[in-house]
T-cell receptor, first 114, second 109 residues
Framework: DAGITQSPRYKITETGRQVTLMCHQTWSHSYMFWYRQDLGHGLRLIYYSAAADITDKGEVPDGYVVSRSKTENFPLTLESATRSQTSVYFC?????????????FGNGTRLTVT | TQLLEQSPQFLSIQEGENLTVYCNSSSVFSSLQWYRQEPGEGPVLLVTVVTGGEVKKLKRLTFQFGDARKDSSLHITAAQPGDTGLYLCADRRYQKVTFGTGTKLQVIP
């Protein structure tokens, strides 16, 4: 199906484990983003990517790693999960950076770190 | 770091009532956007406003951008249960989009 999909939808992991959240988009959008959403903090940018093999840090990048070997995929890896990384993670994509290029979001991954 | 504050944080109203939610920025907006997020889904763009003083209407939703481009309001006329959700303002600066903390709206039938 066309659009942006995230997997898994729900994930429970233990402190210290590595976990990867997947994001796939079918529009061939250049820009992709990872946000986390927490009560009281809203949506905070973790990492973004302007194209394949080009990534940059956002507001809260510590503890996260991203890669973008293909335009359509933008996985987010928590190298050693901590309880503070319990959150809902949203991936988004955009065709450009102008006003007419809105962010298109996936439906999120709810991650719980025990 | 830009801060976007939204008020109120929560709002519960009866169907048919009118309401206004607000967004204030610590710095001038580059490009103001409003998104709505329904439970279990990602945010969806409602509108983008760029010019200070601009007013945009989307059916029963009216978006107003302050003259100084540091604040905005969203007014909903005759709210319906389908309006329930989290309303987020955002500032789009090229590849970076900064979001406010949101107003959670519940419209009771």
């Amino acid at each position: 199906d066309a659009g942006i999909t995230q997997s898994p939808r729900y994930k429970i992991t233990e402190t210290g484990r590595q976990v990867t959240l997947m994001c796939h988009q079918t529009w061939s959008h250049s820009y992709m983003f990872w946000y986390r959403q927490d009560l009281g903090h809203g949506l905070r940018l973790i990492y973004y990517s302007a194209a394949a093999d080009i990534t940059d840090k956002g507001e809260v990048p510590d503890g996260y790693v991203v890669s973008r070997s293909k335009t359509e995929n933008f996985p987010l890896t928590l190298e050693s999960a901590t309880r503070s990384q319990t959150s809902v993670y949203f991936c988004a994509s955009s065709s450009g950076t102008g006003n007419n290029s809105p962010l298109h979001f996936g439906n999120g991954t709810r991650l719980t770190v025990t | 770091t830009q801060l976007l504050e939204q008020s109120p944080q929560f709002l519960s109203i009866q169907e048919g009532e009118n309401l206004t939610v607000y967004c204030n920025s610590s710095s001038v907006f580059s490009s103001l956007q409003w998104y709505r997020q329904e439970p279990g889904e990602g945010p969806v763009l409602l509108v983008t406003v760029v010019t200070g003083g601009e007013v945009k209407k989307l059916k029963r939703l009216t978006f107003q951008f302050g003259d100084a481009r540091k604040d905005s309001s969203l007014h909903i006329t005759a709210a319906q249960p389908g309006d329930t959700g989290l309303y987020l303002c955002a500032d789009r600066r090229y590849q970076k989009v900064t979001f406010g903390t949101g107003t959670k709206l519940q419209v009771i039938p």
